[in-house]
């Protein structure tokens, strides 16, 4: 089974400031069609989780360009540019390269 | 635009089955991967399994063994039955909607959640 770790597990940011996600995966998530197979999910608070990166680097239809997704083989990273109070949440990894794992989450709050 | 709706038992016995429907309305279940995924409370997510429109399944391994989803093409909706409960099974569970994105030069597609269902609270306790 693959394993995927985030850190940090909880992170106060300050608006307008960039925060930056860490996703580790325990074996290679490159597909041998050259992708990656590793999405991204905020859950705000009280809410459903929702879509922000797929295929590790690409940004959903309706997700503010602020948000960005990088990496390859094990390591990921989920960055926001300018951090805004609307982007609270628990944010999660998920890989989809066997089956599906989600890494335990991220919490962001504000300062 | 297309949403999910779960419903069933908000209360479930000890070693009883869990039973839940998603119905899809908005949009055709034709077509499209549709998926389980549960949090338990305080917890993180959860993946549970997925179902093709057509039946083709796929389980998380951890669960496998309890876990059987089933579509009704006709209802436009999908179901999850989850066997032997235990309070450990305790969450709140979702179904979603995986879209395809088509992979350039091949016959597939790279599956994400792009719509998920509001979630409905289970509790398994005698």
């Known amino acids: 089974d693959i394993v995927m770790t985030q850190s940090p597990l909880s992170l106060p940011v300050t608006p307008g400031e960039p925060a930056s996600i860490s996703c580790r995966s325990s074996?290679?998530?490159?597909?041998?069609?050259?992708?990656?197979?590793l999405d991204w999910y905020l859950q705000k608070p009280g809410q459903s989780p929702q879509v922000l990166i797929y295929?590790?680097?690409n940004r959903a239809s309706g997700v503010p360009d602020r948000f960005s997704g990088s990496g390859s083989g094990t390591d990921f990273t989920l960055k926001i540019s300018r951090v805004e109070a609307d982007d609270v949440g628990v944010y999660y990894c998920m890989q989809t390269l066997q089956s599906r794992t989600f890494g335990q989450g991220t919490k962001v709050e504000i300062k | 635009q297309v949403q999910l709706q779960e419903s069933g038992p908000g209360l479930v016995k000890p070693s009883e089955t869990l039973s839940l429907t998603c119905t899809v309305s908005g949009g055709s279940i034709n077509g499209f991967y549709w998926s389980w995924i549960r949090q338990p409370p305080g917890k993180g997510l959860e993946w549970i399994g997925y179902i093709y429109y057509s039946g083709t399944t796929n389980y998380n391994p951890s669960l496998k063994s309890r876990v059987t989803a089933s579509v009704d093409t006709s209802k436009n909706q999908f179901s999850l039955k989850l066997s032997s409960v235990t309070a450990a099974d305790t969450a709140v569970y979702y179904c979603?909607?995986?879209?395809?994105?088509?992979?350039?030069?091949?016959?597939?597609?790279?599956?994400?959640?792009?719509?998920w269902g509001k979630g409905t609270t289970v509790t398994v306790s005698s």
């Open positions: 295929k590790g680097s």
């Open positions: 074996q290679s998530l490159l597909h041998s069609n050259g992708y990656h197979y």
């Open positions: 979603a909607r995986l879209t395809g994105i088509p992979v350039p030069g091949t016959s597939y597609s790279y599956h994400y959640i792009d719509i």
